[in-house]
């Protein structure tokens, strides 16, 4: 019997992988036939085999699902925030056992680069929620090294000819992702602008009827078919208003703004109300007759929020209202009904998202209202929110207490917010309050013993919070005016732009903003906190061409010099309010 039950559920779990993605659910098909009968045959020796059932009621969801018990919330703790924080631990498991079980040097996954960039989706959400940040940020970066290593972009666009899907997800898809892990890098921001400069050379264009579309859903950086059935983008090709808006927002650029905003303006022109007058945007829409075959509103909410943030036009708003893309967790009774039925169904899938080894693009669950609840609103998913508009973001001291706090932001938008805070350690825990998304200005916190603090606040910009043991609660708001990210410039540097050159170190400066950079002192200070050398940069244009525009200044070392340690740093007095600071420093590692 055990023999023949581990070889029937081994059937069943290899089979169910190469049918995941079809759901192949007729007798017309053997493939079907023969998961179909080993699952028969299992229950006949074993009917209530766990994991078996677990893939019947997966496979038929009229299966009744098998036996799961809800956990109890502990006396003296919340249930929102234990159960917010049991589901934040199965998270985590599932997220780490692919990490110590799968995970390659480059990292890779085990389903494929491609496959593997769908799964690593998750991964910005959970580093802004403050789950690993540092281990999820390193293994979207190797694997991101990976896409380029293996000659998976050409000129920031796939390499090989396919759908409009796979060519986003061939590694533009990690370029996103690797832009909200690692916001202001100028490698990765150089990445996706270049990504963007050629999509707006080669993909979007003016149709015979003036409106800015996109020319083919089958292309590749060197080939695109535009005739026949290749004309018609898709609900999936608004993937493609990625670069567009992580350069227009993130960096500022106006010239991707200005893309985005007339490619939506086109799509706004095929909108049309459902019988409830609700407004659905075009889908597929055909470059050469400017034809629409079908709407709705899959995809296009991100660009359009986008559009609206920069523009104020309720234009742009009127369909994300109707379709209801921006949700609330509700009040904490809904938020544990939501978490429990998450867990259920996590812990229904947990062999079938772990040792099970489907393909890393079919691990599909949501982390949506965990993200809602912890930062106010998503920061990433693959699907419906591929771009971040998440007003906060977390960095414990200790990584681990992420998961012994439950948070709760709520009453929120990019200009105020409130947050209550459940830590159920035995001490204080210590925590950065990232401004993510928000607005850049002015703000008062009010902290958790009450005390008003006045700060500057918004996107990358911090501050620290000691949370005592229980409940408090926090909240603050912008009272000045709002400082437009696109009029604000940015130099940036990261490791790899420092060589060492005899009695020079050579720096290669980026600008990754909206407006020019005026000339910068530029220091090298050593590990003490000394400034060494000093020297100012010279001007450098803004990349409005989407061309990165770069500078090399050469600082001198004094003889004797213990270069390791020693960091670069630029305007060490912070006399410049500029677009990021988080990319003014880099500490030199070798000698």
């Not at 079809?22 to 209530?48: C, G, H, S, Y």
């Not at 990625?242 to 227009?248: E, H, L, S, V």
């Not at 390791?564 to 630029?570: A, D, H, L, P, Y």
Request: proline fraction near 5%.
């Amino acid at each position: 019997k055990e023999e023949h039950v581990k070889d029937r559920l081994t059937q069943v779990v290899d089979n169910y992988a190469m049918i995941v993605e079809e759901n192949t659910k007729t007798r017309r098909l053997d493939k079907f036939n023969q998961i179909d009968a080993d699952m028969r045959d299992l229950f006949r020796v074993d009917p209530d085999n766990k994991i078996g059932r677990s893939y019947w009621n997966i496979y038929y969801g009229e299966q009744v699902a098998p036996e799961y018990t809800e956990p109890g919330t502990p006396d003296g703790i919340p249930e929102w925030a234990f159960t917010q924080l049991e589901l934040l631990k199965e998270y985590r498991y599932l997220i780490s056992w692919y990490l110590e079980n799968r995970e390659i040097e480059n990292g890779e996954l085990g389903g494929g680069i491609s496959d593997d960039s769908d799964y690593t989706n998750y991964y910005p959400g959970f580093a802004a929620m403050g789950m690993m940040p540092d281990r999820l940020t390193d293994g979207a970066a190797r694997l991101m090294e990976a896409v380029y290593d293996q000659g998976m972009l050409t000129d920031g666009v796939s390499t090989i000819k396919t759908d409009g899907l796979h060519t986003y997800e061939e590694g533009v898809n990690l370029i996103l992702q690797m832009n909200i892990l690692q916001t202001g890098n100028p490698k990765q921001a150089e990445r996706m602008m270049e990504t963007a400069r050629n999509y707006r050379d080669r993909l979007f264009g003016v149709n015979d009827a003036g409106h800015v579309h996109m020319r083919s859903d089958f292309f590749s950086a060197t080939e695109m078919s535009t005739e026949g059935l290749w004309a018609w983008s898709t609900m999936r090709s608004y993937f493609h208003c990625a670069p567009a808006m992580i350069m227009g927002e993130l960096y500022g650029i106006h010239s991707a703004r200005k893309l985005l905003i007339s490619f939506m303006d086109s799509m706004l022109a095929h909108a049309k109300p459902d019988a409830r007058g609700k407004l659905l945007m075009p889908e597929d829409v055909n470059f050469n007759t400017d034809e629409v075959r079908s709407w709705g509103w899959n995809n296009s909410m991100p660009p359009l929020w986008f559009c609206w943030l920069w523009t104020g036009n309720p234009k742009y708003r009127a369909p994300i209202d109707d379709s209801g893309w921006i949700r609330s967790v509700g009040d904490k009774e809904a938020q544990v009904r939501e978490y429990r039925n998450q867990l259920r169904i996590l812990k229904t899938k947990e062999f079938l998202y772990t040792k099970g080894s489907i393909w890393t693009d079919r691990i599909q669950y949501s982390a949506d209202a965990i993200q809602i609840a912890r930062l106010g609103a998503p920061a990433m998913n693959r699907i419906s929110h591929y771009a971040p508009s998440n007003p906060v973001a977390w960095r414990f001291e200790d990584e681990e207490n992420s998961g012994k706090v439950a948070i709760w932001v709520h009453d929120c938008d990019n200009s105020h917010f409130s947050v209550e805070f459940y830590n159920t350690d035995r001490k204080p825990v210590k925590v950065k309050l990232i401004g993510a998304q928000s607005l850049l200005g002015d703000w008062e916190l009010v902290k958790p013993d009450g005390k008003i603090q006045a700060l500057e606040f918004g996107r990358t910009r911090s501050v620290d919070l000691i949370l005592p043991k229980g409940e408090s609660h926090i909240s603050m708001r912008l009272t000045g005016e709002a400082v437009p990210y696109d009029s604000l410039t940015d130099l940036g540097i990261s490791s790899e732009d420092i060589r060492i050159e005899g009695d020079k170190v050579a720096v290669t400066l980026h600008n990754v903003s909206g407006q020019d950079a005026e000339p910068m002192k530029v220091s090298l200070v050593n590990a003490s906190g000394k400034t060494i050398s000093s020297m100012t940069s010279p001007r450098i244009t803004a990349p409005e061409d989407l061309l990165p525009k770069t500078a090399v200044i050469r600082l001198a070392v004094p003889a004797g010099t213990e270069l390791k340690g020693c960091r670069i740093v630029i305007d060490p007095d912070n006399e410049i309010t500029e677009l990021y600071e988080t990319n003014n420093s880099v500490t030199i590692d070798k000698k």
